[in-house]
DNA sequence: CGGCGACATACCTTTCCTGTATGCCGGTTG
DNA sequence: CAACCGGCATACAGGAAAGGTATGTCGCCG
């Protein structure tokens, strides 16, 4: 509720605001109005939006009510004595641009007696690692996690497809796989992501059509100008469009392909620490708007 | 949130805090307990319920919070200037033993700055004062409003029988209409208060009962162990029950009757100040928990 | 005066909260 | 020591509140 107002005075309008709050303008046009209904009093002249004088006092007073309780969280868990220990996360290459940072700078932020022990990886050896207890927490798409662990969704998105600047389908808005008939699918080699792999061509496949595969010797984000030029495309959860280098188009993809899902898991019997972690890096997807879709399927703890 | 824990320190169990709150227990519960899985740490030892090391911590801080949430509302009320001017109110004097000193406590708490003026009276009066421009509100039951006044529910309850403490059922927990069959229903004078005699005559006959009425031509709350000696009953608001003398007992009504309706009224075009008297009722009757039935039918502003 | 950008309104869907019913555990008592 | 009882936890269902989608309306600007 006072967040929705900081967000309006920060923004200067409503729709930048509820853009910044993963949520659209009517809701809080509604929100705002309801308050100002509640107190009597207009927060925001319109058309322009602005704060009003009371407005003004309001904003400010809130944010220090905010404020406090972000701090009664903090006095509480050094109180309780959790924000200590170490947690061993392991994570895949793909998250390591977008996802990844922001959990490592939350857990900076709130946790900084917890020390986060991070190991990036490809699937098949992050899933080894964690077999051989090694690890406290995995993040990735479709890992093979030991059997009895937990997990959460921590992002859903669709894919899209990626081709190179001078790919006769580099300026559409979207395409079908139809009209990449024909065309190599570029793919990391499967021993990287054994499930990951599988998932992607499985789904490709219930569509009916056929696909080539050439599986790239190099995976890497970074190098993909050299092997996208002018034809053959990749697919990628649509988050990944952001770190990729110039040269390269991401594309909607028409056909209606089951949402690829980022998932955070953990062992059971966790330390203070490592559930600290995992309640970090969901609290996180939450601010972000990740979670869109809805949850998951099996083996969830809400 | 912070108050279900603050409720839960306070009154020392969850059942007690659940009934300060007004609601159960099992939900207070579940709040807590997803509280504490979202902290990460455990605010309350069970059996017995007592307060953790870090739930004292936040039990202090939540407090600090609250306040400046209620502080944030009063500064942007004082900024805006809206906490002048007057409000004439006109209430039954049914209402002036517990509903209204709450709303004159509550006014005077978070609004020293408006002069409420109060007309204690009956409908009949009430209603010619409104209609002749005297008065902004309007408190009462199945009060005749002016034609294009708002108005909204502020409590809903069901009727007891109120007999001396000489009468045959007197030591009776709950009682039904047939076992009142041949006894006189004491009521004050229909001329006080039309719509409400009306109304309660009406849904007692709706039953298929016949009742013999004898108006009492001394109204008032103070003097019923005169006229309630060992004979006659009364019907009276479940709520009137706690200010009643002594030598008289207050019995369930075992009949499905209607409940009765409390509602504030207030004529359209309000100046800040009214619209700040009536907002406070409607906010201390939530706070009260007057309000566990669904609101009303026609008028409402909510 | 017509088009556009931005907030308001209407309506529907979904989520979360609360109530009801019931289970379970610890403490107490005969 | 066993069985009862008081009090918190769990399961499930209904309803209010929050968010999304579609569309209206108002200023502003050309």
């Not at 992501?193 to 010797?217: K, Q």
């Amino acid at each position: 509720m006072m967040r929705y107002v900081i967000a309006v005075a920060e923004a200067g309008s409503f729709e930048a605001a509820a853009e910044r709050l993963h949520m659209t303008q009517p809701p809080l046009s509604r929100q705002i109005r309801d308050l100002e209904r509640e107190l009597g009093v207009n927060l925001f002249h319109r058309r322009p939006t602005r704060l009003t004088e009371a407005g003004r006092v309001f904003v400010e007073a809130a944010r220090e009510v905010l404020a406090g309780a972000e701090q009664a969280v903090e006095r509480t868990r050094r109180a309780a004595g959790v924000d200590h220990g170490a947690a061993r996360v392991g994570y895949t290459v793909t998250t390591s641009f977008d996802e990844m940072p922001k959990v490592f700078a939350a857990m900076r932020a709130r946790h900084p007696g917890i020390r986060v022990e991070a190991r990036e990886a490809w699937d098949a050896e992050l899933t080894g690692a964690a077999a051989d207890g090694e690890l406290d927490v995995l993040l990735g798409r479709h890992l093979a996690v030991p059997a009895e662990w937990l997990s959460a969704v921590l992002r859903s998105e669709e894919f899209v497809v990626v081709v190179g600047a001078g790919h006769r389908l580099a300026g559409r808005a979207g395409v079908s796989l139809r009209d990449l008939r024909g065309e190599t699918l570029r793919f990391f080699p499967r021993r990287f992501a054994p499930l990951y792999y599988d998932r992607v061509l499985a789904s490709l496949r219930s569509t009916g059509e056929e696909f080539d595969v050439w599986e790239n010797p190099l995976p890497g984000l970074r190098n993909l100008n050299v092997s996208l030029s002018d034809s053959g495309y990749m697919l990628l959860p649509r988050s990944l469009c952001g770190q990729l280098p110039g040269g390269i188009a991401c594309l909607r993809l028409e056909d209606r392909l089951p949402p690829i899902e980022l998932r955070v898991s953990w062992q059971r019997n966790p330390s203070p620490a490592v559930m600290t972690l995992v309640r970090t890096a969901r609290r996180v997807a939450r601010r972000e708007g990740w979670l869109t879709a809805a949850p998951g399927t099996a083996r969830e703890q809400p």
